[in-house]
């Protein structure tokens, strides 16, 4: 097996003409320290973005900030518990300063496979402590910032997953809390009038340390080879036989929160490769 996470290149970032990607505009990233969150934070920062990264890996969030700054973007991290509210008050307090909070994007998100009869109750509760509750209430913390712009305009992104259309065995709470953000996203999006929106990014398996994590548990639940999992389990639905990188989901949060998708309210980014839709 050869999952590695690809190392970003500036001509792979989709870089978008749009006003409100300046300086001024603060973008704040969760789980910014690897993967898809990692990817996004350069991707914000090399579209013109105040970003503000944020996750409990202090040693990974400041690489992704050098990473940022050294491709000419502007990052600030800082380290956050996502399931402790103190620090979430406090990492939305510190971004507020650095100019408007006008996107957000929830990312951070942990795995753990079991059934539901045999599911520890304590990583039931911090799953959803961490992949739906903080979303939750970053956002509650972050849209009043995004009110008091000229504009009054601020986009919200949450990372699911094909798991927010389809269940798959021995993933019970990582299914629950994606169809919860598709919720999450719909809920803002109807009491947005439009100018608060948003938006949920639902991708098969991509390759970050999360998917090469599960490989040996989905191994030992289905009992077979790890070899196996990657092809028939995490692959098996998918026209195409690769998994994408993080920098191509990054892409879509960008796509998400420029003016080109200003159509894009409570609506879902589905980029599986066919993983749902074709049989």
Known sequence: MDIKEPKIEPKEILILEDDLFNPGNVCIVTGS???????????????????VGLDIDEE??????????????QMRFIKTD??????????????????TIKFLANIAGIQHIDSVENFPMEKYD?????????P???????????????????????????HAHICTVNKPVYNITKFGLRALSQS????????????????????????????SAQAEQRRITPEKVVKDVMMGKSRIREMMSPIEVANLFIFGFSRFARYLIGGDL????????TY
Request: glycine share 14%.
């Open 33 to 51: 320290g690897t993967g898809i969150g990692r990817a996004t934070s350069i991707a914000a920062a090399a579209n013109n973005l105040m970003t």
């Open 126 to 134: 911090l799953m959803q402590r961490l992949m739906l509750r903080a």
């Open 188 to 215: 803002i999006s109807a009491e947005g009038g439009g100018a608060i929106r948003s938006f949920t990014i639902s991708t098969g398996f991509v390759k970050t340390p999360l998917a090469l994590n599960q490989v």
């Open 82 to 99: 996502l399931t402790c509210d103190e620090d979430i008050e406090y990492a939305v307090k510190e971004a507020a300063k650095l100019g």
């Open 60 to 73: 990974a969030g400041k690489k992704t900030q050098r990473i940022a700054q050294e491709m000419g973007g």
């Open 270 to 277: 589905l980029f599986d490769g066919g993983m749902v839709l």
């Open 136 to 162: 939750f209430y970053l956002s509650k913390l972050t849209i009043p910032h995004m009110k008091k712009g000229s504009d009054k305009i601020g986009v919200i992104g949450n990372m699911t997953s094909v």
